[in-house]
């Protein structure tokens, strides 16, 4: 890297020519867009106040606020790695949308941090108590957006699905273990989010050897409460058939809080729903039919009977029918069993959001545990110690939630704008990657968009700035 680019002409067109000029160009002005959300919300001063900053602050170029909103804002955008931050050190909207100072300042000054400095903070974010806020912000971001656009409201009821997500990963990451299941070796971490709205509340990063239900229920009693005081009145739970053990059903239910399960399938449970499997007499209808009974059902390590829905499905083509099992804590007086089947269904929803999760911020955990060998070019006097590379994976998992907490936003906006769903993907490609042109006239900077952008700006700027920011 490095290199000038030497006027070159293509063979197809001998009258274009490519060239390199120090002009402010950037390929990320949508850093700018999320800046904006970012100030709105206030997140990134709500987290600097809290955290410890171990650096000296006399050594110190770049502010911890500056850095936060660095590696949220290269998630966000796209890029993954830390090195990244190098060659987009000199980027326009980048300076901009990340330094703390305003006017052409930023211009003036410094670049972007680079990597040693980035993995450094990703180091002391990593400590307990900085890593204890991060964990805080992710739902703290949630809510305040989901109030901006509730007119400062909170919502009454939300649903919150838990989750795990398998996360691939390479080389010698500290717990990363393999998982049979998964046929790979992963992270298994556990990812709390919401499907009425698509926000992603609580990232949990676990070793890749544990099973589904390990700790969830102590995470779900946490983000519950969390959720409680800044979201929503209510909150349900919405798990997977991995979950539902004793324990964790007894501590839901100790705490009051509602849930509906997938419940997986054993001699008892196929016992009990053998009289509903057989076919009904007559010609079979055009339209599959589908079926719900109620049964009761007490496992041998629950301590009590439990509301158990059986749903009998017939498939076009198929001899047999297709059934599956419910288990929820609401009774048949409040909510029906068709109800309690739809409310399930919609977990498609979150498992949507995760996806995205996964497949558009696809964070990096790769730290290890190596310690420093050089320090500002020189070996140190004293051998430092490694970092807590497991705990620095866990950062970088949710600086991805913050992002994708950002961008989730802004694909909101942009869809009530156009009236239309919108990907993160489709977000990113169409909206905060485009062609733009910085100039700077009489301290007075202005960011001339592509013609392919400018009208998907021009549609989401109002939605942004009409939201109603407010503390809690």
Known sequence: MGETLQPVSPRFNRSLRIESRADRLTGDPGAILLREVLEGSGIVDWMAARMVDPRRQEDVTHDLASLLRTSILLAAQGWRDQDDADALRHDPAFRLATKSAAGVTPLSGPGLASQPTLSRVTAALAAPTNLQVLHAA????????????????????????????????????????????YAARIYHPLITSIAETGDMLDARLRPGNVGTADGALDVILDVVDRAQKSLCEVAMVRIDAGFPSAALLAGLEARKIDYVSRLRSNTVLERAAEPYLKRPPGRRPLEPRMWLHELRYQADSWDKPRRVILVVKEREGDLLFDHFFLVTSRPWTEQARSEVLAHYRERG???????????????????????????????????????????????????????????????????????????????????????????????????????????????????ITALHWADP
């Not at 913050?402 to 990113?428: D, K, N, P, Q």
């Not at 392919?452 to 109002?462: Q, S």
Request: hydrophobic share 45%; aromatic share 6%; glycine share 8%.
């Open 138 to 181: 992710v739902l703290e971001l949630a809510g305040r957006g989901i109030r901006a656009e509730r007119g400062g409201q909170r919502a009454k009821c939300l649903t919150l699905d838990v989750d795990s997500a398998p996360l691939e990963v390479h080389g010698h990451q500290p717990k990363a273990e393999w998982n049979g299941h």
């Open 349 to 463: 929803k979150a498992e949507g959001h995760m996806g995205e999760l996964k497949d558009v911020l696809a964070p990096a955990l790769s730290s290890t545990n190596r310690a420093k060998s050089h320090w500002r070019g020189r070996k140190p006097k004293a051998v430092t110690p490694a970092v807590d590379a497991f705990a620095c994976n866990e950062v970088r998992l949710l600086i991805a939630c913050l992002a994708y907490e950002v961008m989730h936003i802004a694909r909101r906006a942009m869809a009530r704008a156009t009236g239309t769903g919108w990907s993160l993907r489709r977000l990113r490609e169409r909206v905060l990657r485009a062609g733009a042109r910085l100039t700077v006239s009489a301290r007075r900077m202005t960011l001339a968009l592509s013609a392919a952008a400018a009208p998907f700006w021009a549609a989401i700027w109002p939605q």
